[in-house]
C-alpha cells in the first residue's frame, strides 16, 4: 500500500459517513419503516411504540409476510413510498458513496497507515545516515530528503482525514443506536447492511412503478377501444 491507494478510500469513507448522517431521504424511510413496525405491533406490548430498531433488522421484512400471505412488509411498504414519496426511489444513487464503502476497509487502512509510519521513519535514519557519509556527486541525501519531506506531509494529511473519519463513524454509530465499540472494529459490515437494504428496497419500487406503468397503459388503451 501507498498513500495513493489509501487517500482515495478515506475520502470515500468520508462521503459515505456524511451520507449517512444527512440523508433526509433514508431518514424518511427509516421512521416509515418504524411507523409501519410499530403498527403491526401495536397489540405488542413489548414490541409495540418502539423508538427505533437496529439497521441489521431490516432484512427481517421480507420474513414479515402479509395476512393473506401473499406479500410482505418491505414490499407494502415499497407500494406505501411508491405513492406517497417517489423520491425514495432516488435513494441508492444519494448514498453512492455507502455502495463504494462495502468495497473498503477501515481496518486495513488504520493497519497500512501505521505501516507507512514505520517505513518513513526508517527513510528519516537513513536520510539522517547519509548527511553524515555524504559523497561527492552522490544524490541519495537529496533525493530522499524530498522524498520524506513529501511523504510525511502526505502522512500528516491522510492522519488528520482519519482523525476527522473516527469521529464521523463515531456519530455514526450513535445516530442508528449501534455499539461504537463493535462498530468500528468493522464499519463495512454496517454500509453492506445499508446498501443492501436499500438496494433491495429501490429495486422493488421500481418494480412497482414499471407495473403501474403497464396497468396504466393497458386501462388507457381499454378505454380507447371501448365503443
Known amino acids: 500500500e501507498?498513500?495513493?491507494d489509501i487517500t482515495p478510500v478515506v475520502k470515500i469513507?468520508?462521503?459515505a459517513v456524511k451520507e449517512l448522517k444527512s440523508n433526509e431521504t433514508f431518514k424518511l424511510l427509516l421512521k416509515i419503516v418504524l411507523a409501519f413496525g410499530n403498527a403491526l405491533n401495536s397489540k405488542n406490548k413489548s414490541k409495540g411504540n418502539?423508538?427505533?430498531f437496529q439497521i441489521k433488522s431490516l432484512a427481517k421484512m421480507k420474513q414479515t409476510k402479509t395476512s393473506d400471505n401473499k406479500s410482505n412488509l418491505q414490499n407494502v411498504i415499497a407500494e406505501y413510498c411508491l405513492g406517497k414519496y417517489p423520491s425514495v426511489l432516488n435513494l441508492q444513487s444519494e448514498l453512492s458513496n455507502v455502495g463504494l464503502a462495502t468495497r473498503?476497509?477501515?481496518v486495513d487502512?488504520?493497519?497500512?497507515?501505521k505501516k507507512l509510519e514505520i517505513g518513513l521513519k526508517k527513510v528519516q535514519n537513513s536520510v539522517k545516515r547519509?548527511?553524515?557519509s555524504k559523497l561527492e556527486n552522490d544524490k541519495y541525501h537529496e533525493l530522499m530528503s524530498t522524498f520524506h519531506e513529501s511523504?510525511?506531509?502526505m502522512i500528516v494529511k491522510v492522519n488528520k482525514d482519519l482523525e476527522s473519519l473516527d469521529t464521523g463513524l463515531k456519530k455514526v454509530a450513535e445516530l442508528y443506536a449501534e455499539s461504537e465499540k463493535d462498530f468500528l472494529k468493522d464499519p463495512t459490515e454496517f454500509f453492506s447492511e445499508v446498501n443492501n437494504f436499500v438496494k433491495g428496497f429501490v429495486m422493488i419500487m421500481k418494480k412497482k412503478k414499471l407495473e403501474r406503468e403497464k396497468l396504466?397503459?393497458?386501462?388507457a388503451k381499454n378505454k380507447k377501444t371501448k365503443p
Open 2 to 4: 501507498n498513500m495513493e
Open 130 to 132: 547519509s548527511a553524515k
Open 13 to 15: 469513507l468520508l462521503l
Open 104 to 106: 473498503t476497509s477501515y
Open 216 to 219: 396504466a397503459k393497458k386501462a
Open 151 to 153: 511523504a510525511s506531509s
Open 109 to 113: 487502512i488504520i493497519k497500512d497507515t
Open 50 to 52: 418502539a423508538y427505533g
